[in-house]
Structures are given as structure tokens and as C-alpha cells.
Nanobody, 129 residues
Framework: QVQLVESGGGSVQAGGSLRLSCAAS????????IGWFRQAPGKEREGVAL????????NYADSVKGRFTLSQDNAKNTVYLQMNNLKPEDTAMYYC??????????????????????WGQGTQVTVSS
């Protein structure tokens, strides 16, 4: 059984930074396909960033490109989402999710469909203007 635990959320002013962590326990095979998603009140969950093929491929939503960066520490089974120049519209609950046994194409497809096997409990990010 895989468990994902997010941390690092908080409240910052616009222009500030936060680094979210997603620590995975259990089977580490899921590290090939890990996504970050967010959901703001009254809005649908959306993809923010995708770490595909064990980190060889990364994708970002247009709204966060140039501001958010994925990284990973395999020794710690942890994926990070560095968020810089935060904006009020980044306010949301952030979730990491993972799936195992994926190819590059199937991982990307799961990301588009928000169809991951394992989800964390979420960490709140609030950005004030």
C-alpha cells in the first residue's frame, strides 16, 4: 500500500515562496508518475505539475510555468514543488498523487484525466494580496 503525505503549505503574501513536499511510503515504484494538483473553493481540481518517467520528463500548467519547479530526492522518496512568485490565484488545497506501472504516455493520460491510484490528504496554500 502506498501512502502519500504532503507538507509545506501555509499562508504567504503575493510574491512569496513555498516549497511543498510529497513523501511516499510503501512501494516506491510509483515514483515514475507523480503529479501535483490543486483545488480552490468552488472550482474543479486541476493539474499543476507532472513528474513523468521518474523525473526525466516534467510538465507544468501554463498558469505556473516559470514560477513552479519540480524536484525529487529518491533517497527520501520525496517529490518537491517549489513555488515562487506566488499569486492570490494560487490559493488552493494542493494534492500530490501517484500511480505505478505507468508508461510515459499512460502517465500523461492519467494526469489529464486526474486519474491517479494514490492521493495524499492535501496541504493548504493561501496567498494574500
Amino acid at each position: 500500500q502506498v501512502q502519500l503525505v504532503e507538507s509545506g503549505g501555509g499562508s504567504v503574501q503575493a510574491g512569496g515562496s513555498l516549497r511543498l513536499s510529497c513523501a511516499a511510503s510503501g512501494y516506491t515504484y510509483v515514483r515514475n508518475c507523480i503529479g501535483w494538483f490543486r483545488q480552490a473553493p468552488g472550482k474543479e481540481r486541476e493539474g499543476v505539475a507532472l513528474l513523468n518517467s521518474g523525473g526525466d520528463i516534467t510538465n507544468y500548467a501554463d498558469s505556473v510555468k516559470g514560477r513552479f519547479t519540480l524536484s525529487q530526492d529518491n533517497a527520501k522518496n520525496t517529490v518537491y514543488l517549489q513555488m515562487n512568485n506566488l499569486k492570490p490565484e494560487d490559493t488552493a488545497m494542493y494534492y500530490c498523487a501517484a500511480s505505478g506501472g505507468t508508461t510515459i504516455i499512460s502517465c500523461a493520460s492519467r494526469y489529464r484525466r486526474l486519474d491517479f491510484e494514490y492521493w495524499g490528504q492535501g496541504t493548504q496554500v493561501t496567498v494574500s494580496s
